[in-house]
Nanobody
Framework: QVQLVESGGGLVQAGASLRLSCAASGRAVSRRRVGWFRQAPGKERELVASVTSGGTTKYADYVKGRFTISRDNAKNTVFLQMNSLKPEDTAVYYC????????????WGQGTQVTVSS
């Protein structure tokens, strides 16, 4: 089983940047799709960005051009660079790893809070 730990969240003003990290331990995630999700109060969890083992990325429309997902397989870590943050980006951000070869995210971290003030 893989364990995922997120870090890098915090309180920032609108327009600022944050870089979230998702460190994996227990098992490597280099061959697995990894996604960043977020959940705002009163809302459902939503997929923000994902990256395949081969480096193919996908983004939700509302973060395209602002967020960048990347992975460092040597460090077993996946990153989410968030620029031009908006108050509506406020949420708990989770990283998750999918079952090999699928879109079934079955390993989740505990989340990191991102708060963007106006």
């Amino acid at each position: 089983q893989v364990q995922l730990v997120e870090s890098g969240g915090g309180l920032v003003q609108a327009g600022a940047s944050l870089r979230l990290s998702c460190a994996a331990s227990g098992r490597a995630v280099s061959r697995r799709r990894v996604g960043w999700f977020r959940q705002a109060p009163g809302k459902e969890r939503e997929l923000v960005a994902s990256v395949t083992s081969g480096g193919t990325t996908k983004y939700a429309d509302y973060v395209k051009g602002r967020f960048t997902i990347s992975r460092d397989n040597a460090k077993n870590t996946v990153f989410l660079q968030m620029n031009s943050l908006k108050p509506e980006d406020t949420a708990v951000y989770y990283c998750a790893a999918a079952v090999l070869g699928t879109l079934d995210y079955n390993s989740w971290g505990q989340g990191t809070q991102v708060t963007v003030s106006s």
